[in-house]
């Protein structure tokens, strides 16, 4: 092998990895677009650029439009807008809102906004029916200027939107008034007004911008997918944060380079990789791996490693560190009267339900109420990391998953009780949950929930593909069944109604011992810690030891929930149960109602296994009208609205974040407590002048 | 240690040791749950006593393509199918009709591909066509319930049907179909599109279309197909995440290198490791096939995959050099819309092509689907020949029937049956098993077939005289294949 040969091979791998970077840059120019003038980091950036492709797909080929107008439409009239609206209905509101506020609506938006355009504009992927760009004949015609490795037109379309995009948007922070205004009112609204700055206006101007770059990203993205599918934008995204990344979410010059840089590592590592595992065996798992893993290792590479990432993201928040302790829950500051109403109620209205689900329900409503309460246990992994810790984690399907899995190897390979291996799976998600802590501590906020994002995909990308972790030969045969438990007398496979009451009783356990924590020392210095890092330490408490401990309590409780929840199923079913959009989804189900309590874990579960069945399926009106027959024809209504409802019920996480439930019932408390307590003070005032007389 | 986090610990420590003092369900039962699924289960025999077994069985007319004759379909002679006798407690069953549910894919499908919709007008074409020949034994046969899984719900699904008990029998196409096990615990008869081995392999009720299929067989039709073109060098396709795919890329590999001597081919390398849809493209891979000399390519992948491969092979200036295989990719609107992309590219079918044209269930095949108003699809044939193996084993089972009678009929006496000359025969008494590549006979077809197709100016164009190449089973030495036909 020449040296000549080498030199040749390494520019045709580059060449062959700028179209994906340049990909990887749009998306990484519009995340720091997008921060820089709305400080939102939009994990919906994906969402938006997929809408306007979508968009500009259905114009050219279902209604034959020419690609200016399609253009037009989808770049210049839908995107701006979507920006304008998100902008006046949501983001104008939140300008201080905390960043981890900020995602979490974004994570909302990424789920809700697909499938809202799918529902409107009847849209549905189709395959082969590959998307056009916006030069003609643009995935056709090639020009190979050095003769290495030909472009078409549409990719050199992507390139000189990427690098012109750089140039303008860098002029336009750099040089106009403007920039610097959309600049500042990210900084400090009040300050921009006070010069003069109408921030609204500047607010929605950016937003517009920044939404017309996301759907011109999109589209130019587009032909490089088969088939247009919302998922593609999602997996891009995730891929793509470790540009925006590089560029610390305020350089657009890096954020182009760390892009492109990416997309040549890959195409490198795809070029030699394979040619030395050839020469060396022992180099065969990580070529297998590395590729695959590559983006993610690199993402969490960045976060952990490059110190001067975590300092960019504190210095654009002037409040950060400065997190007023959440409010009492409302179950605290009742009136002992309602106490007593509210557990008199609870216990009634549990015990109709339990009575109903174990004398009339059928096995799918069995099985859905199974579901319901395994799911509550998964979601109270979420009460402890996010309600009691503040963070935000969007592994805890990856967590489940390690549960899941280990209960199919215990039980494949050793015949392991699954109940046994269950709590072994457990042990195993807390041991890797808390791993992974230890580097993620120090990241906090924003970058803590990215780097669990990019650990749930590497693990998605990776882990699950090992014969240790997902089976390989064995699930080729038998795929990845789980048998059900036996418990002396009791066969919990035998009947549905058993394996029911054995998920109540996990879910009690994990409940009371949520509880425990939260009210426990673990619990109060959590609290303490959300409120103020250092004042904490100053009275003793170890910041890194309770965190280490809430991750690997929530990593324990996710792992038994997905221990049990592949149990119930049989199976593990990973790609129906824990892949990373379903725990974005879960994360999005939590905090909307409420990430505090128990009650919200279990309404989240409830929400999650029966709103479909329940509501959108029409049974619950068959019900109430007594037949099948009387449900008007809009049912059943499209899944993709759970969707819809849930992720748009994020929006209300910056206002209330302590969920739409425990806001509910503190308003509801706060009411009655006006009356019972000033029942009580007529009652004192009565008996005092008996007293006195 | 704080009082309220030791009582956490000890009561995860109780829970630990509760759940080491316990075993698992069936541990000491499996006798029993094989009593439940042996009630539908073929004799161990091979199903010879009240069946028949063979080539030589009488055949059934309800296919509509050989009234009054003999064949080679391994159905019983069909009784009287307008014998009407009342029959009570049989799910979905009236004296009117007898309703089928169907469970398959349509919102989520990550492909693109037409699932739900095409598998239904297959299946209601054939009920159309058998309608119109007076029903079954007194009764129309309609479509009740139509479930779409919408990719993650199909236990959920599977359990309304089960609980409703108001169809017959199920019919599913999905990618992901988690609820076969219980439907199949629960004795509900479910002919479904069989590409998923794991979730059919030993469920006796479950009768995928194909049989259950052997997942590590060396196979002669991608050698074959090599040999065809000329081609001496191959590649190996497979995605990482899907353990199927994985192992047939190595498969295939395996297998142009079993018959590396006979034919002069070989494989340069094997590709198990593929990120699904290949979001990174495969420009640096088909670098290395030019270097490496390859000529074919042996695909695993999807539809949309095999669509990037070709425009990259485009790219880089070898598209005339080198020919796919396609494994999944006998779609005719997709092909149309690649144009010229895939020209002289292999596609294997899993029945007879629709390109032959004058084959007698193809012809009746376009008629009804035609009359339905459908198209002609890959997914509205797979729902065709579902709804054929139901009728006919109806039909095999007599006026008096019900679950178990149905799949046991199927599974003792239909052991040569071809779909109406669709596929290569099928023995229901033996085929609810995988094969495996040591013992490909005991579970496995007693032929290797094949169907092949080539790709030209964005259709479908016939490369044999007959519809089907078959090898001998026993014998994997290298020959030539036999063109069959099975009508």
Redesign the interface.
């Known amino acids: 092998m020449t040296l000549a040969f080498i030199g040749e091979d390494f520019v045709r791998a580059l060449l062959q990895g700028t179209p994906p970077g340049t990909v990887y840059a749009l998306i990484g120019l519009g995340f720091v677009l997008t921060y820089k003038t709305s400080g939102v980091f939009n994990l919906a950036f994906g969402a938006q650029a997929y809408i306007s492709a979508a968009m500009f797909f259905k114009a050219r080929q279902d209604w034959e439009w020419s690609i200016v107008p399609a253009l037009i439409l989808s770049v210049f009239v839908l995107a701006p807008a979507i920006g304008l609206v998100l902008e006046r209905l949501i983001f104008r509101n939140l300008r201080t809102a905390s960043a981890v506020s900020k995602l979490v609506i974004a994570i909302g938006l990424s789920v809700a906004l697909p499938a809202l355009f799918e529902l409107l504009a009847s849209y549905k992927p189709v395959a082969g029916r590959s998307p056009t760009g916006i030069v003609p004949d643009g995935s056709s015609v090639f020009y190979d200027p050095i003769g290495v490795y030909p472009f078409s037109r549409d990719e050199l379309a992507q390139m000189a939107v990427a690098l012109v995009g750089m140039l303008l948007l860098g002029a336009l922070f750099r040089f106009t008034a403007i920039g610097l205004a959309m600049r500042g009112v990210v900084e400090s609204p009040r300050l921009t007004e006070l010069a003069g700055i109408p921030a609204d206006r500047v607010s929605a101007f950016a937003w517009a911008v920044s939404s017309s770059f996301a759907g011109m990203a999109g589209v130019l993205i587009a032909p490089r997918l088969p088939t247009l599918v919302n998922t593609d934008f999602l997996t891009l995204v995730i891929v793509a944060m470790a540009a925006a990344a590089i560029g610390r979410l305020v350089s657009l010059p890096r954020a182009l380079a760390g892009g492109l840089g990416l997309g040549w590592l890959i195409a490198v590592s795809n070029t030699y990789l394979p040619r030395w595992a050839d020469d060396y065996s022992w180099l065969e798992p990580f070529t297998d791996n590395l590729t695959p893993a590559l983006p993610f290792l690199v993402l969490f590479g960045i976060l952990v490693f490059w110190p001067a990432i975590r300092r960019s993201i504190d210095a654009t928040d002037p409040l950060s560190g400065v997190d007023p302790p959440p409010p009492a829950l409302a179950s605290s500051t009742r009136h002992p009267l309602l106490t007593l109403q509210t557990r008199a109620f609870g216990v009634l209205f549990f015990a109709l339900v339990g009575l109903l689900t174990f004398t009339q329900a059928d096995i799918r409503w069995l099985f859905l109420i199974t579901q319901a309460v395994i799911l509550a246990t998964i979601y109270l992994s979420i009460t402890v990391i996010t309600g009691l810790a503040g963070q935000i984690s969007l592994c805890q399907g990856a967590f489940a998953a390690i549960g899941g899995f280990t209960v199919f190897q215990m039980a494949d390979r050793y015949e392991m009780s699954v109940l046994l291996a269950a709590v072994i799976g457990a042990l195993v998600a807390a041991l890797v949950g808390a791993l992974l802590s230890l580097p993620v501590l120090r990241l906090g906020g924003v970058w803590l929930a990215i780097a669990t994002l990019a650990f749930a995909f590497f693990f998605d990308a990776v882990m699950v593909q090992f014969s240790w972790v997902g089976g390989g030969g064995t699930a080729l045969l038998s795929g990845t069944e789980v048998p059900r438990p036996v418990l002396g007398p009791l066969d919990f496979g035998a009947s549905e109604r058993s394996f029911l009451a054995l998920a109540i009783v996990v879910f009690i356990i994990v409940s009371v011992a949520v509880i425990q924590l939260r009210e426990g020392t673990i619990g109060r210095s959590l609290r303490a810690l959300r409120g103020s890092e250092v004042a904490a330490e100053s009275i003793g408490i170890s910041p890194a030891r309770a965190r280490i401990i809430a991750f690997a309590v929530s990593a324990f409780i996710a792992g038994l929930g997905g221990a049990m929840l592949s149990i119930h199923q049989e199976n593990v079913n990973y790609a129906t149960n824990f892949t990373p959009f379903a725990a974005m989804f879960w994360l999005v189900l939590v905090v909307s109602l409420s990430a505090r309590t128990v009650e919200g874990a279990g309404q989240a579960g409830a929400a999650f296994a029966l709103f479909g069945p329940l509501v959108l399926e029409g049974s619950f009106l068959a019900w109430i009208l007594r037949s099948e027959e009387r449900v008007p024809d809009i049912f059943p209504i499209s899944a993709k609205w759970r969707f819809v409802l849930f992720g748009l019920t994020a929006i209300q996480f910056a206002r209330h974040p302590e969920g739409m439930v425990e806001f509910g019932k503190r308003r509801a408390t706060r009411k009655r407590n006006e009356r019972y307590f000033a029942r009580d003070a007529e009652r004192e005032a009565a008996a005092q002048p008996e007293a006195g007389a | 240690m ?4 030791q ?2 610990i000890a ?2 420590l109780a ?2 040791l ?12 499996t006798s029993d749950t094989t009593t439940t699924t042996t009630t539908a289960a073929p004799d161990d025999d091979g199903g010879d006593d009240g069946g028949d077994d063979g080539a030589d069985d009488g055949t059934t007319d309800t296919d509509g393509t050989d009234d009054g004759t003999d064949g080679t379909d391994g159905t019983p002679p069909a009784p009287d199918r307008d014998t009407f006798v009342s029959i009570e407690g049989v799910p979905g069953v009236s004296d009117e009709e007898i309703a089928v549910a169907i469970l398959s894919l349509k ?1 989520g ?6 699932i739900l919709d095409c598998y239904q007008t297959g299946i209601q074409a054939y009920f159309d066509y058998q309608n119109s020949l007076g029903g079954v034994f007194g009764r129309q046969l309609v479509i009740g319930d139509v479930f779409d899984d ?7 699904k599977a ?2 049907i ?3 008990e108001d169809t017959f029998v199920t019919f599913g196409a999905t990618l ?1 179909p ?1 609820g076969y ?1 219980d439907l199949d615990d629960a004795g509900v008869p479910t002919f479904n599109w069989g590409i998923q ?3 059919n ?1 030993e469920r006796f009720n479950l009768f995928p279309h194909l049989g259950v299929l052997c ?1 590590d067989c060396t196979g002669r039709a991608v050698p074959y197909q090599m040999s065809l073109k000329g081609a001496t060098t191959a590649v190996a396709l497979g995605y ?2 899907s ?2 795919s994985q ?1 047939c890329s190595r498969t295939v590999g395996s297998a142009i290198d079993f018959y590396a001597d006979d034919l002069g081919i070989a494989t340069a ?1 094997v590709y198990d ?1 593929l ?1 699904f ?1 290949l ?3 495969i ?3 088909v ?2 096939w030019i270097q490496l000399g390859v000529d074919f390519v042996a695909s695993c992948l999807d ?3 095999m ?2 491969i070709a ?1 990259e092979l ?4 070898v598209r005339d050099q080198i020919t796919l295989q396609h494994p999944n990719t006998y ?1 005719a ?2 092909v149309a ?2 144009g010229d992309l895939f020209d002289g590219d292999f596609v294997s079918a899993q029945f007879t092509p629709f390109e032959f044209t004058d084959h007698p269930q193809i012809q009746l095949y376009n008629e009804w689907v035609d009359a339905h108003g459908g198209q002609t699809a890959e997914q509205t044939m797979i729902g065709w020949m579902n709804a054929m193996l139901f009728v006919d084993g109806l039909i095999a089972t007599g006026p008096e029937f019900d679950r178990a009678s149905l799949v046991d009929t199927i599974n003792t006496e239909f052991t040569a049956h071809t779909y109406g000359g669709l596929t290569l025969p099928l023995d229901w008494s033996r085929q609810h098993v ?1 094969p495996t590549n040591d013992d490909r006979l005991t579970n496995g077809a007693t032929q290797e077939c094949t169907t092949l197709v080539q790709m030209q100016g964005g259709a479908f164009e016939t490369v044999t005289d007959q519809p089907w190449l078959c090898w001998p089973q026993d014998d994997l030495s290298w020959q030539e294949p036999v063109e069959t036909t099975f009508d």
């Open positions: 704080h009082r309220r986090t009582g956490f009561v995860l829970f630990g509760l759940a080491a003092a316990c075993g698992n369900s069936g541990d000491t039962e919102e499908n990550i492909l693109g591909t037409c919408e990719l993650v719900q199909h236990q959920a359990l309304e089960i609980a409703d992901n988690t096990g081995a794991p979730q392999n997942g990482k995440i353990p199927e192992t390398k490791d990120d849809g979001p990174n493209g420009a640096p891979q670098t290395e539809l949309n995959a669509k990037k425009e485009v790219r880089q200036g779609d609107a997709f819309e690649a995988a």
